[in-house]
């Protein structure tokens, strides 16, 4: 291989190592963009629940207990969580692809029953009361999803008169979710988590494609550099190194001496092209002067 084809396989090799290094961080800049907007929406969602359970249980539960009948149960209007679902509910009509779960260990509405991951992340709030936020990234659905939580634990009495024992709970709660779940909870308790999943498959495919048509323009770029390289070099540099070197060759067995090598250019070829019409001349004089000897 000649000095040309190694220049452009080197610049080439260095060419794709950089531009391999731009996709690869490329791709960690769009991932890392993709979950940054994930966990936003999330905490924006997570947030919004939170707050309407604690409305229903700050302005609605107490004055709805003291104007409602004894034993009367109206879920939307006393149960935090309640309220919090049916808000979810309304919500997920214009945006199905975000899901808001309340998932608790042992619930009243079965639907709110926490799976194997929910458990897990309950009991570490349980068992770690200064946590008050877990998140990360879960394949759920058969996708992978970002996921948000925060810990829901038994921080008021009141909660205990629709949780508590269900002898004293009321008695159409009892009819509407029965006695079996959602009872016997105590004051401090951990119980459920609030979470919200958001979807990010598309976006971490997205971010793929992205690098990937980044690399794949690039390295359409690179190849139609080094091409036009390869013509430049081609004919400024190694055309005329190959006329110098056959005339060099000429001149080494004394043939064609008459004729003068071209000297105009100014760049360090231009200086070796001088160089060798120097030493033509100084051959030319010489084979001359030994003609005009034998001449004698």
């Not at 610049?11 to 960690?28: D, T």
């Not at 067995?253 to 004729?259: F, K, R, S």
Request: aromatic share 10%; charged share 25%.
């Amino acid at each position: 291989m000649g000095i040309r084809g190694k220049f452009i396989l080197l610049l080439g090799i260095i060419s794709l190592f950089g531009l391999g290094v731009i996709g690869i961080a490329s791709y960690q800049l769009s991932a890392k963009n993709a979950m940054r907007e994930a966990r936003e929406k999330a905490k924006i969602i997570l947030n919004y629940e939170l707050a309407s359970k604690k409305f229903t249980g700050k302005y609605q539960r107490p004055r709805s207990i003291k104007i409602a009948p004894k034993g009367t149960f109206y879920p939307y209007l006393m149960s935090g969580f309640a309220s919090a679902r049916k808000v979810y509910d309304l919500f997920k009509q214009s945006l199905p692809q975000y899901l808001f779960k309340q998932a608790t260990l042992s619930p009243l509405q079965q639907s709110n029953k926490a799976d194997s991951n929910e458990v897990g992340f309950i009991q570490k709030f349980a068992k770690n009361k200064k946590l008050k936020e877990l998140s990360g990234v879960v394949q759920r659905l058969g996708e992978k999803q970002f996921f948000i939580a925060k810990p829901i634990s038994v921080d008021n009495k009141k909660c205990l008169r629709c949780h508590g024992n269900p002898n004293d709970a009321p008695k159409e709660q009892i009819y509407i979710y029965g006695k079996t779940n959602g009872y016997n909870w105590t004051l401090g308790e951990t119980v459920a988590a609030f979470i919200v999943y958001v979807p990010i498959s598309h976006a971490m495919a997205s971010a793929k494609r992205s690098a990937s048509y980044l690399f794949a323009i690039g390295s359409g770029s690179i190849l139609l550099t080094l091409l036009i390289l390869w013509f430049f070099l081609n004919r400024a540099i190694v055309v005329p190194i190959i006329q110098l070197s056959k005339k060099t060759e000429e001149i080494s067995l004394g043939e064609n001496l008459e004729e003068q090598i071209e000297t105009g250019r100014t760049d360090e070829l231009g200086l070796l092209m001088r160089g060798v019409e120097r030493l033509r001349t100084s051959i030319l004089i010489f084979t001359e002067s030994e003609q005009d000897d034998d001449d004698l």
